[in-house]
């Protein structure tokens, strides 16, 4: 007889196969060219995060939710992940009361809206109802009112709205909903005196996880109605729904992304993946040009290339793969490069699942400046400056600046003609100066004069440094990449970390032409830069 007890609904990833590592969806998975789908929730849905936990298991003097990474407090990522969501009206973060002023700045530094800030309790389940009382507030409208409460840990950051839909509607139909994941280890019951009493059925159980979902009376009610002791030593809220008001909640699988902060290593696990997401898509902005397009579309290939590499894709001949440009066919490579499969996947940090190529950020492509945190302008004339001071003047309206350094490279294609006189179609003072101010607001800007070369083998060692600056873009972080031949043997030890030797501060580049070109210039020519604002000259 089925167990009519716990509904179990499986999500549609694989239980067993957990999908990739957590991290910050900013739209649907998959094609960056598809604005993420609206959802239809005809029905108001707030949300309540509980932060007002003391942080013992971690041992650190700051509560983990208020942890920095990138600048920016863990629970402002999170607040960030439901802000996305258009259904979700308001979101209550309970705090000790010690942390009020704390949260409310977090709150005005980082522009969160929909947000409202209450004092939480000495247990999480106390904090939580705090947090409901203030969503059904006498004197609040009654519209206001919710008909679902989502509840999340302010410390779980990396949410997915599909998965916070699901919970809604199921919550909605059920009366409550809640998140579970496979158990990883066996349960076990105690005896008193510290030996084993019994072992769970492993399969027969699951981990509650957050975020969990209840229709507004059913929480309210379920809090009026429980016990002290279930305030003070109880962890789970649909155990409450199901004693107190006979709710019994729909269980949905969820990812594995869902897990909780709370040991010191969790910490360093939420930077990791908050720095590879970040750094996961860019977008290439040609300004309609063709040959910038064309550029932009070498560039989308190679990336793509390099990232069917590493998830294993197909496309590589006899151990070695060629690089196509843009609209040739196979036969016409990017110029006659060929790299053995193990150095260039050792080579170069692969970050960019997608690299989305568009004229510019008018109409709707105006969404980019929400999605993306990597811009790549690619121009083609010397007054590239004035696109790239217009692009970070949408960067910083749009606000994402706030949340976390965004990576700005301009890419220069310039003829023989501009270089002939001055040697750069742009002096590399009037970018330091646009950087260094840039670099106040938040925004990361590198520059990249890319001579038209006969030879395309430039492209590949350019993907190199796009996918390298982008990566390690936090502020402080420079890569440097050596020269050619100093690329050759470092990729020979096929690591990556030999490319992209990570120096703090300062950046030393040497500007190169690529070897193999007939119209090769001058011996590469040493540019010592400090911080943003560095140029890289092919
Ligand atoms: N009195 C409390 C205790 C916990 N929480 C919140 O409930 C969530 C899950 O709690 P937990 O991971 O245990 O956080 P802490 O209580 O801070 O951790 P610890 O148990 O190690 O002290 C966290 O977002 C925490 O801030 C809360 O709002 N009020
Ligand atoms: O005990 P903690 O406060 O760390 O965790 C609280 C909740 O996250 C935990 O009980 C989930 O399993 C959801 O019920």
């Keep these: 007889m089925e167990d009519h007890h716990k509904k179990m609904q499986s999500d549609s990833c694989d239980p067993d196969r957990p999908t990739h590592p957590g991290t910050f969806p900013t739209c649907e998975a998959g094609r960056s060219d598809h604005q993420p789908a609206e959802r239809s929730v005809d029905f108001p849905v707030s949300v309540v995060l509980p932060a007002g936990g003391h942080r013992e298991r971690t041992g650190l003097q700051t509560p983990k939710q208020f942890c920095l990474f990138m600048g920016r407090p863990l629970i402002s990522y999170t607040i960030q992940a439901f802000e996305r969501v258009s259904w979700i009206q308001s979101i209550v973060v309970v705090v000790a009361r010690e942390h009020?002023?704390?949260?409310?700045?977090?709150?005005?530094?980082?522009?969160?809206?929909?947000?409202?800030?209450?004092?939480?309790?000495?247990?999480?389940?106390?904090?939580?109802?705090?947090?409901?009382?203030?969503l059904g507030e006498e004197g609040r409208l009654v519209a206001d009112k919710p008909k679902v409460v989502l509840i999340h840990d302010a410390v779980r950051p990396f949410v997915e709205e599909d998965f916070l839909y699901k919970i809604a509607m199921a919550a909605k139909e059920q009366g409550a909903a809640g998140a579970i994941r496979p158990l990883v280890s066996t349960v076990i019951a105690t005896t008193s005196e510290g030996y084993l009493d019994h072992s769970l059925e492993r399969a027969k159980y699951r981990a509650s996880e957050m975020p969990q979902g209840f229709t507004y009376d059913v929480i309210y009610q379920a809090y009026q109605k429980c016990s002290e002791s279930d305030f003070e030593f109880g962890t789970e809220c649909l155990h409450l729904a199901l004693q107190y008001c006979g709710t019994n909640a729909k269980l949905i699988q969820g990812p594995p992304t869902l897990w909780k902060v709370t040991y010191k290593r969790d910490l360093?696990?939420?930077?990791?993946?908050?720095?590879?997401?970040?750094?996961?898509?860019?977008?290439?902005?040609?300004?309609?040009?063709?040959?910038?397009?064309?550029l932009a579309g070498a560039l989308q290939e190679a990336v793509g290339a390099l990232n069917m590499l590493h998830l294993g894709g197909p496309d590589v001949s006899n151990g070695r793969i060629w690089l196509s440009r843009a609209g040739l066919g196979p036969r016409d490579r990017l110029g006659s490069v060929s790299v053995s499969v193990d150095r260039l996947i050792?080579?170069?940090?692969?970050?960019?699942?997608?690299?989305?190529?568009?004229?510019?950020?008018?109409?709707?492509?105006?969404?980019?400046?929400?999605?993306?945190?990597?811009?790549?302008?690619?121009?083609?004339?010397?007054?590239?400056?004035?696109?790239?001071?217009?692009?970070?003047?949408?960067?910083?309206?749009?606000?994402?600046?706030?949340?976390?350094?965004?990576?700005?490279?301009?890419?220069?294609?310039?003829?023989?003609?501009?270089?002939?006189?001055?040697?750069?179609?742009?002096?590399?003072?009037?970018?330091?100066?646009?950087?260094?101010?840039?670099?106040l607001r938040n925004i990361l800007l590198y520059g990249i004069q890319l001579h038209q070369s006969k030879r395309d083998y430039v492209i590949f060692r350019m993907v190199a440094h796009l996918s390298c600056l982008a990566h390690n873009k936090t502020a402080g972080n420079t890569c440097s990449v050596p020269c050619k031949e100093r690329l050759e043997r470092s990729t020979r030890r096929s690591d990556a970390g030999s490319l992209a030797a990570i120096n703090h501060g300062q950046a030393r580049f040497h500007a190169h032409r690529s070897h193999t070109s007939s119209h090769s210039r001058p011996d590469p020519e040493q540019t010592v830069l400090r911080g943003a604002g560095r140029i890289l000259y092919y």
Aim: glycine share 6%; with cysteine.
């Design 100 to 134: 009020m002023d704390l949260m409310t700045d977090i709150v005005q530094q980082f522009q969160h809206t929909k947000v409202r800030v209450v004092p939480g309790g000495s247990t999480r389940h106390r904090s939580i109802y705090n947090g409901v009382l203030a």
């Design 346 to 439: 050792g080579a170069i940090p692969l970050r960019w699942p997608e690299l989305a190529v568009i004229p510019d950020l008018t109409g709707e492509n105006g969404w980019y400046l929400l999605k993306d945190w990597n811009f790549i302008q690619v121009s083609v004339n010397r007054s590239c400056l004035s696109e790239v001071e217009a692009l970070l003047t949408d960067l910083e309206a749009a606000k994402q600046a706030l949340l976390h350094p965004l990576v700005v490279i301009l890419v220069l294609l310039s003829g023989s003609d501009e270089l002939s006189v001055s040697g750069r179609a742009v002096e590399p003072e009037a970018i330091m100066d646009l950087a260094s101010a840039a670099k």
């Design 268 to 294: 360093a696990a939420a930077e990791s993946i908050i720095k590879d997401t970040l750094s996961r898509s860019a977008c290439a902005i040609t300004g309609g040009s063709a040959q910038a397009v064309t």
